[in-house]
């Protein structure tokens, strides 16, 4: 396990984290034995360290998190997202600009050493903080806690952006291009639409009427085609944007039982776009039908009051910068965009683990899972895995609704 950190490599990584340590001794475990993320592997660091010649030794933990560099199918999926190029530079360049100019990055876990493929951030367990399980879907007060976090991170560029007189995206083109809605053919979109075709599978057990079943069909390729052509930045406001908001994605601190604060990781789909597209994406992803029915007006109107004093803490008026009139506008342009992601997302990360592993079973198996036929996987969940089913076909007849309306 050592050798995935070289002992150089971690007296670096204990020099960023406390000048003038002397490295002991350190440990490589993994952090599970289940699949913890797909392109990576995810390790603790251990470290034992002395900071003068008579004082007691003292440990660290850290998190690392490694290409998973076996498997073809996965070097090849990181390789065309530019995973670990997006991650670096987010961690190499945003953060370490942000600092300089004193901009707010308490959002996101700190780094202590960024290479390609190889990533070492604080161990967040030691503050507490913990993940939620994938299965449980977030209330209301996870929510706005996830949204607070949010707000954070999307000022935290658009301050830096304005500042410095730059556009993030015109500065690094092509870097933080959408690679899941777009005509371009890439692992992304080509992992979009075996999604689409999957869902267009599961229509068909819908207990809905023939003819609702064909114009659901219909209606939502027409709508996957418009979310491929479609650039909402052009009438927007935009910044950078995180793009992968599911809920093994926040990390959260308690108190008394009750998520007092969020931490935002994996950095490996950033994109530009309106911060409204982050926004649904994240609540959409995370809640039940019920949940959004009663409070999804009042999520929003939570997320701008908090983007609202991120960028009054730097002296900016949100209004000037981004109306609400003009954030709800684009919740409201990026939202059939988004149902269809957060349905995709839904699709893979609410199927058993035990399916899931079955899948990384070959290079072959991962690759049509993948990118060929996720619909076969994806039925026979629905149709014998209640838990699974009931997202599902919530999430599907809830688009339906809104589809066939117009």
Not at 159 to 177: A, M, R
Not at 269 to 279: N, Q, T
Not at 305 to 319: H, I, M, T, Y
Request: hydrophobic share 35%; charged share 25%; aromatic share 10%.
């Amino acid at each position: 396990m050592c050798d995935l950190l070289t002992k150089d490599e971690c007296k670096v990584i204990l020099s960023n984290y406390l000048q003038d340590a002397a490295l002991i001794s350190y440990k490589v475990n993994p952090l599970s034995e289940t699949i913890e993320g797909l392109v990576g592997e995810h390790y603790i660091v251990a470290v034992d360290f002395a900071t003068s010649d008579d004082a007691p030794s003292n440990s660290q933990r850290f998190f690392l998190k490694v290409l998973n560099g076996n498997n073809s199918v996965i070097f090849e999926l990181s390789q065309s997202l530019n995973a670990y190029g997006k991650e670096e530079f987010f961690y190499n360049y945003l953060q370490v600009e942000y600092q300089k100019r004193n901009i707010d990055i308490s959002y996101a876990p700190k780094c202590y050493y960024c290479k390609p493929y190889k990533i070492v951030l604080e161990d967040l367990s030691v503050r507490q903080f913990t993940m939620r399980n994938k299965k449980l879907l977030f209330d209301v007060e996870h929510c706005k806690i996830a949204l607070d976090t949010l707000a954070k991170f999307h000022c935290s560029s658009i301050i830096y952006e304005i500042k410095q007189s730059i556009c993030l995206n015109d500065k690094f083109p092509g870097l933080l291009e959408n690679k899941v809605f777009t005509s371009a053919e890439n692992v992304a979109s080509k992992w979009m639409r075996c999604s689409i075709d999957g869902l267009m599978q599961l229509i068909d057990h819908l207990s809905i009427s023939e003819t609702e079943k064909s114009r659901f069909k219909v209606e939502m390729e027409a709508a996957f085609q418009r979310a491929c052509s479609e650039r909402p930045t052009e009438n927007h406001l935009s910044t950078v944007l995180h793009g992968d908001l599911w809920s093994n994605n926040f990390l959260f601190q308690y108190a008394e039982g009750k998520p007092k604060v969020a931490v935002l990781i994996d950095y490996q789909i950033l994109k530009y776009g309106p911060p409204a597209s982050d926004v649904v994406q994240m609540i959409r992803t995370n809640t039940r039908k019920g949940t959004r029915d009663k409070h999804f007006k009042e999520l929003l109107d939570y997320y701008y009051s908090r983007f609202v004093g991120c960028l009054g803490s730097s002296g900016l008026e949100a209004e000037e910068i981004m109306s609400i009139g003009d954030f709800l506008a684009a919740c409201e342009e990026v939202d059939c965009s988004v149902r269809l992601h957060a349905l995709a997302d839904r699709s893979v990360t609410f199927l058993s683990d035990e399916l899931v592993g079955d899948t990384m079973g070959s290079e072959d198996s991962l690759r049509s899972f993948l990118y060929e036929d996720r619909g076969k996987c994806m039925v026979d969940s629905f149709l014998t895995h209640r838990d699974f089913r009931e997202i599902i076909e919530e999430d599907l007849l809830d688009l339906k609704e809104t589809l066939l309306k117009h």
